[in-house]
């Protein structure tokens, strides 16, 4: 079963431009993370944001989280190139296990 | 930095046979995760080892099973295969049940099934 959403799945930008991906998730957590994904390779971790946390910052990168609205957005500042890849959310639940739910991912890609 | 080490990087099997994944996690992380992502899709959690036990069990088909070793790392071991098993398998490893500052995953592992 599928915890996290992302919307959009795809989104095409100007290189320059902001970037911004939401996801949404169902169940209470502990923390929730973002991922990169470069085509067919491995998964990165860009950020964590704890449940107690709302906003967080890490170089281009700023992720909010709004537990009420069970929801997270991945903002990347003067996106580059090298930035195409898939996003993913994926979240930490807070109850009993520590296993990562992944949501369905966002294509970005960046247009030179 | 050391990072999670996963062999083979890419692999082919027919119908039927058995194929045989590693992991070897960061040094000193003691949890291991196995994830697999189908084509276009999420990566779905399969099962996760702490101190070389059992700690959690996802989507993972019989016809799988798992162990993490004294060394720590761990092995996912994949029987009568079928066509839908191509994938890419992951590995994670974290230090303790919680990754508080995120999970390091390996390049992964491609597996066709031809």
């Known amino acids: 079963s599928q915890q996290g959403e992302e919307d959009p799945q795809a989104l095409s930008i100007q290189e320059g431009e902001n970037a911004t991906m939401n996801c949404s998730y169902k169940t209470s957590i502990n923390n929730l993370q973002w991922y990169r994904q470069n085509s067919g390779r491995g998964l990165v971790h860009l950020i964590l944001i704890r449940s107690n946390e709302r906003e967080k910052h890490s170089g281009r990168l700023r992720v909010t989280l709004d537990t009420s609205k069970k929801s997270s957005s991945l903002l990347i500042t003067a996106s580059r190139a090298a930035d195409t890849a898939s996003y993913f959310c994926a979240t930490d639940a807070d109850f009993g296990n520590e296993k990562l739910t992944f949501g369905t991912g966002t294509r970005l890609t960046i247009i030179p | 930095a050391a990072g999670v080490i996963q062999s083979p990087r890419h692999l082919i099997k027919e119908k039927r046979e058995t194929a045989t994944l590693k992991c070897y996690p960061i040094?000193?992380?003691?949890?291991v995760y196995w994830y697999q992502q189908g084509p276009g899709q999420d990566p779905q959690f399969l099962i996760s080892f702490y101190e070389k036990m059992q700690s959690d069990k996802g989507s993972i088909p019989d016809r799988f099973s798992a162990q993490q070793f004294s060394d720590y790392h761990s092995e996912l071991n994949m029987s009568s295969l079928e066509l839908g098993d191509s994938a890419l398998y992951f590995c994670?490893?974290?230090?303790?049940?919680?990754?508080?500052?995120?999970?390091?995953f390996g390049s992964g592992t491609r597996l066709t099934v031809v």
């Open positions: 040094p000193r992380h003691d949890t």
């Open positions: 994670a490893s974290s230090l303790g049940l919680r990754a508080n500052y995120g999970y390091t």
